[in-house]
């Protein structure tokens, strides 16, 4: 479990996507092999959100867990800061 706890990924939630299941959007840097530059990456993933918690545009932190279907196997752990509520 604590393995675990050190593979948190903080990301942007961009979609509610059905009952329980969120997608996050995670972005790294990677160095390109020949020109060595640094590029920007971004993955989406679907995460477990249990308490249906999470919003669009919420930062959340993101850990792994057991595959819950096809293509979650993260769940949420937290969520970091609340998004701007439109006026």
Known sequence: ???????????????????????????????????????????????HDPKEQAREGDQVEITPCRPISKTKSWRLYRIIQKAQEKP
């Open 1 to 47: 479990m604590q393995e675990d706890m050190d593979r948190t990924l903080v990301g942007v939630v961009v979609k509610k996507s059905g009952a329980k299941t969120i997608k996050v959007v995670v972005e790294r840097k990677v160095k390109h092999p020949k020109y060595e530059k640094y590029m920007l990456r971004r993955t989406k993933l679907a995460v």
